[in-house]
């Protein structure tokens, strides 16, 4: 059971039609007691789903834009002790996930984790859609391929060594028959994902991020600055989040919609 006063709240990043309610009826199923309550809360976009019989509480959610944030009906958490927030499958990852933040910030709930369904079918025929898979996993903790009949067992393993390449601490599961080995597991609320957007702001001064000097020992007489010279600190931005003047990302990503019948 959740020991917390604070509902916890978990977001369901992939394409539409990969098979992401079969995995979190299985997640609320199998991962939580008897004793806890689930709330779905589901983008308004997202067609009915014969597997929504068994998700529980679902609440509809509205994408007002990605600066813009998202509109939850009042009272959506209300007696929940976890909160699955299933994003548009066929709508732009890191937008929605710069809406969500702001609501989960002002919600009075806990961010738990991040997952990421991969229907490997759909990634293995469309080369171009790696690029919009990474971006979700930098946002997750956990990642689940789902769909993997027929996906050559080469592209599978090429696939999950391009993360582990990179360091990617996320953990990767299969799934089979839309099932997970271990759901209280995979729920449990320990962050291994690569972005810092729902933790503690990091900071950067004068473009080098302030935990990494701290590290490495650097300081104002190694960097040739003099001790009464301004330091500009700021906030560090995600790389997925930053923009161009002009307001377009400085990471962009596919259109997801156009590889979904």
């Not at 959740?2 to 609320?28: F, Q, T, W």
């Not at 007002?64 to 699955?84: D, K, S």
């Not at 710069?98 to 984790?113: H, Q, Y």
């Not at 000097?213 to 960097?223: F, K, N, P, W, Y």
Request: net charge negative; proline share 4%.
């Amino acid at each position: 059971m959740n020991d917390s006063a604070k509902p916890l709240v978990y977001v369901i990043l992939g394409a539409s039609g990969s098979g992401r309610r079969e995995v979190l009826a299985d997640l609320i199923t199998d991962g939580l007691d008897s004793d806890e309550q689930a709330v779905v809360l589901l983008a308004e976009g997202e067609a009915a789903d014969e597997r929504d019989a068994k998700l529980g509480r679902i609440v509809r959610w509205r994408f007002l834009g990605a600066e813009a944030g998202i509109e939850v009906p009042e009272g959506a958490i209300e007696g929940a002790t976890h909160v699955f927030f299933v994003t548009d499958g066929r709508g732009n990852p890191v937008d929605q996930l710069e809406a969500f933040k702001p609501w989960v910030e002002s919600s009075g709930a806990e961010m738990a984790r991040v997952f990421t369904v991969v229907d490997c079918q759909l990634a293995e025929k469309n080369k171009a859609l790696i690029a919009w898979y990474e971006a979700c996993i930098h946002f997750s903790d956990v990642v689940l391929l789902t769909k993997r009949e027929g996906v050559a067992n080469k592209w599978m393993s090429d696939f999950q060594t391009l993360f582990k390449d990179k360091f990617y601490p996320a953990l990767f599961e299969m799934v089979k028959g839309g099932r997970v080995k271990n759901p209280p597991l995979l729920l449990e609320p320990e962050a291994r994902r690569m972005s810092h957007l729902f933790d503690e702001p990091d900071w950067v001064v004068d473009g080098v991020d302030a935990e990494e000097m701290i590290e490495t020992g650097e300081d104002d007489a190694e960097e040739g600055t003099a001790l009464n010279e301004e330091v500009e600190v700021t906030q560090a931005v995600d790389p997925y989040m930053e923009r161009r003047l002009g307001g377009r990302r400085v990471i962009e990503i596919p259109d997801v919609a156009k590889f979904l019948g």
